[in-house]
């Protein structure tokens, strides 16, 4: 079984350009989301009077499965990295292109974010400089034990942090597969992956972890959804690091549909007919994180108060495994449809793959600083919101295209390999 590795160089083409698309469509839906939230009626920095009708769905089908991929895309990409680079030099390169974005944009950029969203609130209205920028950096955003420090002050740069934190912490593990006995490991579950269902097993483990982890830790971007969040980076890099797996995830598409609609289905009855209490236990512990632990104890005070009662700890269990085995479905079956249509390369790729990284960091404090005029006009939602994204969107292109891109100091503050020389032929390399 240990040999069961080697094939991968042989069958994997030197670039995987669905990996590519997949990124470069995701960003752009995570840009759409963004412009969305302002209107979606949940808080955010920006917050308009007037709602888009399907807002909230949009945003809650994008995050779903949305970021899930991208840590996964960004495990394949780990693959490749360590097959050219020793882990030092892996560790090191990460921390220059997500490290050092993360941390000079977050200086940069969030205070003005921050700003804008104190004077939309209303719990500001004094000048940027010198007054307000020394309230950002205090250390209210410590107060938990965990990663969500990075949202805190990074707001949408908190991917990048995190990110990072998979790469360095995930190299121990990607050793042990590295290894005799984490090929043969591969091995077993790459032929466990070649029967019908056969991901879906390998995925269990991750979804009951997580029954597990989110009663101690529910609070978003905690240790739970650190977990989660982690766990497709890591079966990220072990499914591109044997051909059966990749072969497994496309060959049996139809079963991630099937399994993406059936628990979405069941997930919607839940919290449409209120089975079981879940729509209370929702609303409860989003007020309470700690009443899910008061459950899991036993029936207690908060139980009887909120008015719940034992079947909801069934509830919650069905829910959890539910909602993880959704987001698996939804993320496998994404990758199936980019192996079946995504596997080119054209000059729109060649165009938008390079800058997507700048185009992440800087889209969100465009839709922050537009959003905060634009939310004041005497509009309906849906011009509005089509004003923010097209303003949004050219100021973005256009800053990548004649501010960044043409200077390889900034493309290395950005995180984006330098530009290469018009002469110089570039050969295919994989996904990083």
Same mark, same amino acid.
């Given at each position: 079984m240990a040999a069961s590795t080697s094939p991968q160089a042989a069958t994997t083409p030197s670039r995987l350009h669905y990996l590519d698309w997949l990124r470069v469509i995701i960003i752009g839906m995570v840009f759409v989301g963004h412009c969305v939230m302002p209107f979606s009626g949940a808080p955010w920095l920006i917050t308009a009077d007037v709602r888009l009708r399907f807002g909230p769905l949009l945003a809650a089908v994008g995050n779903q499965f949305a970021m899930p991929v991208m840590f996964l895309i960004a495990g394949a990409g780990a693959y490749f990295s360590l097959r050219k680079r020793a882990p030092e030099k892996f560790a090191r390169e990460r921390l220059l292109r997500l490290g050092l974005p993360y941390l000079v944009f977050t200086l940069l950029l969030s205070p003005i974010q921050a700003y804008y969203a104190a004077l939309d609130a209303g719990t500001y209205s004094g000048p940027f400089f010198p007054d307000f920028l020394p309230q950002f950096f205090n250390l209210d955003g410590f107060t938990r034990f965990d990663l969500s420090f990075l949202g805190y002050y990074g707001y949408h740069l908190w991917?990048?942090?995190?990110?990072?934190?998979?790469?360095?912490?995930?190299?121990?593990?990607?050793?042990?597969?590295?290894?005799?006995?984490?090929?043969?490991?591969? /091995?077993?579950?790459?032929?466990?992956?070649?029967?019908?269902?056969? !991901? =879906? *097993?390998?995925?269990?483990?991750? &979804?009951? %972890?997580?029954?597990?982890?989110?009663?101690?830790w529910p609070q978003y971007q905690g240790w739970a959804n650190t977990l989660f969040w982690g766990s497709f980076f890591i079966l990220g890099y072990l499914f591109y690091s044997d051909p059966r797996f990749a072969a497994a995830i496309r060959r049996y598409w139809k079963t991630w549909v099937a399994v993406a609609l059936i628990t979405t289905a069941i997930m919607a009855g839940i919290a449409v007919l209120g089975l079981l209490g879940v729509s209370n236990l929702i609303d409860a512990t989003r007020d309470n994180p700690d009443l899910i632990e008061s459950?899991?104890?036993?029936? /207690?005070?908060?139980?009887?108060?909120?008015?719940?009662?034992?079947? !909801? =700890? *069934?509830?919650?269990?069905?829910? &959890?495994? %539910?909602?993880?085995?959704n987001a698996w479905a939804l993320g496998l079956l994404v990758v199936a449809i980019g192996m079946m249509w995504l596997n080119f390369e054209n000059r729109t790729l060649k165009r938008t793959s390079g800058p997507s990284m700048p185009f992440y960091v800087l889209h969100h404090p465009f839709i922050v600083i537009f959003g905060f005029y634009i939310v004041q006009l005497p509009w309906p939602a849906l011009p509005e919101f089509l004003l923010l994204a097209l303003s949004a969107l050219v100021a973005t292109v256009a800053a990548v295209a004649f501010l960044i891109a043409p200077w390889n100091p900034l493309r290395a503050l950005f995180g984006t390999p330098a530009k290469p020389r018009p002469a110089a032929e570039v050969s295919p390399q994989s996904p990083r």
């Open positions: 991917f990048l942090g995190f990110l990072l934190f998979f790469s360095l912490v995930s190299l121990p593990v990607i050793g042990y597969l590295k290894g005799a006995n984490g090929r043969r490991l591969t /091995g077993r579950l790459a032929a466990l992956s070649e029967r019908r269902g056969g !991901l =879906l *097993l390998i995925f269990l483990p991750f &979804a009951l %972890l997580q029954v597990i982890v989110f009663p101690i459950i899991l104890a036993g029936p /207690g005070d908060a139980v009887r108060k909120a008015g719940l009662v034992a079947p !909801l =700890l *069934l509830a919650y269990v069905s829910m &959890a495994v %539910l909602f993880n085995y």
